[in-house]
């Protein structure tokens, strides 16, 4: 059997602008297993975002279900939806978002300690996580001691931390020159599927989707298959 760790049914979802009603997600069925990486790809204002932050649990939906991890958010109360994102979802961004004034260890031990890890157990996580990175050596430093890719390298190792089942990625490395791009990319790659968790990554970059294992766009607010 396949281990789904996100699926989304007959999701629609929608804005108000004043009296226009803006249709952005129309229908959408998606569904990614455990240990597979797919790149959203479509064009500024289609719903990237929008998309990602219905996954994410961040946006509710006007109609249709999101499940993740095998555990359904359409009948959750907004306490219940926020343990469910807390637990099984990882965040990256374009911009780093790690608090500046703590140094790389505690920015991956800060969600650990939220989540009630012993602080000594989230160190140690903090350092395998960074050994992973490359940047074991670069633990105590402050954010702005990074380059941008030393910077999103500890995004990543955050977002893993808790060892959630669905990575959410939204143009994790449109900050970042090309080749760093690349080493950034198949280090959350890696990482993914190392942690068998499922990994939907929004990119405006061709050469970052191909390294997907599928590739999807948005056509009329629907998710469809692509291919660039
Ligand atoms: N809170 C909101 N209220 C009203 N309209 C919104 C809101 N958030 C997004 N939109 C609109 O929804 C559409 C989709 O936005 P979204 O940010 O999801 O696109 P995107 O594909 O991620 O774009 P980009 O690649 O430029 O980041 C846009 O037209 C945007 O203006």
């Given at each position: 059997m396949v281990d789904l760790k996100l699926s989304l049914h007959g999701v629609h979802h929608h804005y108000l602008e004043r009296e226009t009603r803006l249709?952005?997600?129309?229908?959408v069925n998606l569904e990614i297993a455990a240990g597979e990486i797919v790149a959203l790809v479509a064009p500024?204002?289609?719903?990237k975002s929008t998309l990602l932050h219905v996954c994410g649990l961040l946006e509710r939906p006007a109609q249709g279900d999101v499940n993740i991890c095998s555990t359904s958010?359409?009948?959750?109360?907004d306490r219940s939806r926020t343990l469910l994102r807390r637990q099984n979802v990882g965040y990256i961004y374009q911009?780093?978002?790690?608090?500046?004034?703590?140094?790389a260890d505690e920015n991956i031990m800060i969600p650990q300690l939220i989540a009630g890890v012993d602080k000594d157990v989230a160190k140690k996580r903090a350092q395998d996580l960074l050994t992973h990175m490359g940047l074991v050596e670069r633990g105590d430093h402050r954010p702005a001691q990074l380059s941008g890719g030393e910077q999103q390298r500890v995004a990543i190792a955050r977002a893993m931390a808790n060892n959630p089942g669905l990575i959410l990625a939204d143009e994790?490395?449109?900050?970042?020159?090309p080749d760093t791009s690349g080493i950034v990319f198949d280090l959350l790659a890696n990482s993914i599927k190392d942690h068998a968790a499922a990994g939907l990554i929004a990119t405006h970059n061709h050469d970052i989707a191909r390294r997907a294992d599928r590739i999807v766009t948005l056509e009329g607010g629907a998710v469809v298959p692509t291919t660039l």
């Open positions: 249709d952005i997600l129309v229908d500024s204002g289609a719903g958010a359409h009948t959750l109360n911009f780093h978002h790690l608090l500046p004034e703590f140094s994790p490395t449109g900050n970042l020159d």
